[in-house]
Each structure stands twice: as C-alpha cells, then as structure tokens.
C-alpha cells in the first residue's frame, strides 16, 4: 500500500532536494536516513546525525500509522482528526529537534520559511484530498505560489520584506491568506478532480488553521 503522506514527503524531498527515492517501498528507517541527508548543510556532528535520524525514524513511525488510520475523506470529523494528529506529529518532532541542534542550527532551519510552510500545507491536504502523486507536486507548487504572495502582502502593509503572518494582527492576516488563497482556487480546480475539489472547499478552513500550526 501506497504510504500518502510519506510518500508525499518523498517526493517534494526529491522535487526541493533532487533525493531519488521510491517512496512505495521505503521503511521507516529509510525515511528517517533520507530526511537526515536532507539537513547534511546544518553540519551535524556525527552523535547530532544519529540522535536526528531516530527522531525522523520515530515521526515516520507515527506517520505511517497515520496513514494507515486515514478514513472518509467526506467526514469533516475525520479530516479534522487527521489534521490535529498531523500537526502533533510534525509539533513533536519539531520540538525533539530544537533538543538536539544548536542555537545557530535551527536559525538556519527556520529560514526558507515560504518553502516549509508550503511543504506544511500540501502535506496536510495529502490525506483529506486522497493526492496522487503527480498532484502533490502540482498542490506543492501552488502553495508555495500562495505563500510567496501572502508574504509579498504582509510585507507591503508592514514595510517588511517577506513577512509572515505572525508579524500582522491576526484577523488582518486571516483576511490576507484568505484572499491571497482565494485566487488561487483556479489552479486547484485545474488539476484536482471535481470531487477532490469539492473536499477542498469544505475543509479550505481546516486546512488554514492546521498549516498555521506548523
């Protein structure tokens, strides 16, 4: 069975990164080695690298669970619940790393924000859209052309350049993402099917919060 949202991850590694892999037939130990290749330019030390690839090894773990835990895709109460469990995964893990890497480190990590958040968002509508593969791609490049404008935004209003939405009042920057988003909705009918897209209108709010949260 085919592993969405590592899957999914996988192949915007490979699209961010050029990593070959293939994500159907990658265990979790693969994952975790291939996600710590991917931060190699933080330098790690060798006890850093091993400590890192457990923690990828254990997240890849929880997601695979995940996956295997994805239901009806028309339930709001389901997508929600997939959402939530996404975004402690993700949050866990996150915070395991800011154990392990220095100060220095994780300001490098930080930086590429529109990429992250745009890698965030896709990953969460993998289950509640049912992607394929070729959609994730498609889905990736979107986002990341919705967060480069909503940061474009916020940087006019506040004389910031690429400034995030935490730098706003936050219903000022709901209004932003919603409406910078609401553009985009086009290109999403472009390439998800129609009842990929109806899914996607009904959870667009879902989808906001959860990817505030990465």
């Known amino acids: 069975m085919l592993k969405k949202i590592i899957s999914a991850g996988l192949i915007l590694s490979a699209v961010l990164f050029t990593t070959q892999v293939k994500a159907q037939v990658a265990s979790a130990r693969s994952i975790a080695e291939v996600a710590t290749k991917e931060i190699s330019y933080l330098g790690l030390t060798e006890s850093q690298a091993n400590k890192v690839t457990e923690i990828n090894k254990m997240t890849a773990d929880a997601l695979i669970a995940l996956d295997n835990k994805a239901g009806d895709n028309s339930s709001s109460q389901n997508n929600k619940m997939i959402a939530d469990e996404f975004v402690s995964i993700i949050s866990q893990r996150h915070q395991a790393m800011e154990q392990i890497l220095t100060p220095e480190q994780m300001?490098?990590?930080?930086?590429?924000?529109?990429?992250?958040?745009?890698?965030?968002?896709?990953?969460?509508?993998?289950?509640?859209?049912?992607?394929?593969?070729?959609?994730?791609?498609?889905?990736?490049?979107?986002?990341?052309?919705?967060?480069?404008?909503?940061?474009?935004?916020?940087?006019?209003?506040?004389?910031?350049?690429?400034?995030?939405?935490?730098?706003?009042?936050?219903?000022?920057?709901?209004?932003?993402?919603?409406?910078?988003?609401?553009?985009?909705?086009?290109?999403?009918?472009?390439?998800?099917?129609?009842?990929?897209?109806?899914?996607y209108k009904n959870n667009q709010d879902l989808i906001r919060e959860s990817a505030k949260k990465g």
Do not use: C, H, W
């Open 107 to 199: 300001a490098v990590v930080k930086q590429d924000r529109a990429e992250k958040i745009a890698l965030f968002r896709t990953l969460i509508m993998v289950p509640i859209l049912d992607l394929t593969e070729r959609q994730v791609e498609q889905v990736y490049e979107i986002n990341f052309k919705g967060v480069q404008k909503v940061q474009k935004d916020f940087g006019k209003r506040l004389n910031k350049k690429n400034a995030s939405p935490e730098d706003a009042d936050s219903n000022k920057a709901k209004k932003v993402i919603i409406s910078d988003f609401k553009v985009l909705d086009k290109d999403f009918k472009k390439i998800l099917s129609p009842e990929q897209y109806e899914v």
